[in-house]
C-alpha cells in the first residue's frame, strides 16, 4: 500500500563515510524528488528527476550524487559525509512535470552524522 | 525569486477554539500554485490542498478552509473547532511554472493543540 517509501528510516554514521539513501514509488509517477529537511524543520528542494532524466540541480555539494535507475526510484548517494548532512532527507513524487501536480512524500530518512 | 512567508512559528490553542494559519507569498509568475502540507510529530509530510493562481474561491473540506486572496498574495488556513490531533507543524508552498514543478516551501507553522 505504500505510495512512496524510503530505506532506511534512520541512517546514524561517522563523518567521513559514504552512504546512500533509497526512494521507490509505486504510484505511476514519472517526476521524483529530493528534499532536505535541516534541524529547524526548513525544507529544501535538492534534485528532480523526470522519466530517469535530471530536471533540477539546486546548489548542493557534489558529494551528493542521484541516481533514478528507472522512473519508480530515485536514491540518493552521499560521498564523505560531513556533520552538517545531518539533516531528514524526503523524497517525493507527481505526475509528470506540469506545474501544478501534489507531490507526495515518503515518510523521510533521518541521517545523523557523528 | 519565490518565497513563502509563515510569520507564525508556533501558535498554541485549546482544543474546540478555531485557529487560522497565515501564509502570504511572492512570486513574478501570473500563473502558480499554492499548496498546505501537514507534518505530524511523526514526521511525513501530508498532502492538504493544491489551489491554482486563476481559482480564488475558498475551499472548505471538513473542519478545513482555505482563504486565497491574490490582492494580498495570501494563502490562510483555518482550522475550525480544533481537536489534538490536529497538532502538527504545518507548511505552506509555492509551486512555479518552470520545466519542473519545483516546490518553494515556508518555514512551517508549529500548532499545538491541548485539551
Known amino acids: 500500500d505504500t505510495a512512496v517509501s524510503q530505506t532506511p528510516k534512520y541512517l546514524v554514521t561517522q563523518m567521513g563515510n559514504d552512504k546512500s539513501i533509497k526512494c521507490e514509488q509505486n504510484?505511476?509517477?514519472?517526476?521524483m524528488y529530493w528534499y532536505k529537511q535541516d534541524s529547524k524543520k526548513f525544507l529544501k528542494i535538492m534534485f528532480s528527476?523526470?522519466?530517469?532524466?535530471?530536471?533540477i540541480n539546486e546548489t548542493v555539494p557534489n558529494r551528493f550524487s542521484p541516481k533514478s535507475p528507472d522512473k519508480a526510484h530515485l536514491n540518493l548517494h552521499i560521498n564523505s559525509l560531513e556533520l552538517g548532512d545531518s539533516a531528514v532527507y524526503f523524497c517525493?513524487?507527481?505526475?509528470?512535470?506540469?506545474?501544478?501536480?501534489?507531490?507526495?512524500f515518503g515518510d523521510g530518512t533521518r541521517l545523523s552524522i557523528l | 525569486a519565490q518565497k513563502v512567508t509563515q510569520a507564525q512559528t508556533e501558535i498554541s490553542v485549546v482544543e474546540k477554539e478555531d485557529v487560522t494559519l497565515d501564509c502570504v507569498y511572492e512570486?513574478?509568475?501570473?500563473?502558480?500554485?499554492l499548496f498546505w502540507y501537514k507534518q505530524p510529530p511523526s514526521g511525513e509530510l501530508v498532502f492538504l490542498i493544491r489551489?491554482?493562481?486563476?481559482?480564488?474561491q475558498n475551499e472548505i473540506s471538513g473542519r478545513y478552509s482555505w482563504n486565497f486572496q491574490k490582492s494580498t498574495s495570501s494563502f490562510n488556513f483555518t482550522i475550525t473547532a480544533s481537536q489534538v490531533v490536529d497538532s502538527a507543524v504545518y507548511f505552506c508552498?509555492?509551486?512555479?511554472?518552470?520545466?519542473?514543478?519545483?516546490?518553494?516551501f515556508g518555514t512551517g507553522t508549529r500548532l499545538q493543540v491541548t485539551l
Open positions: 517525493a513524487s507527481s505526475q509528470g512535470t506540469q506545474p501544478g501536480q501534489p507531490q507526495h
Open positions: 489551489r491554482n493562481s486563476f481559482d480564488e
Open positions: 528527476y523526470n522519466n530517469k532524466e535530471l530536471i
Open positions: 504510484l505511476g509517477h514519472d517526476t
Open positions: 512570486t513574478r509568475d501570473t500563473t502558480y500554485y
Open positions: 508552498a509555492l509551486g512555479n511554472t518552470g520545466t519542473a514543478s519545483k516546490l518553494t
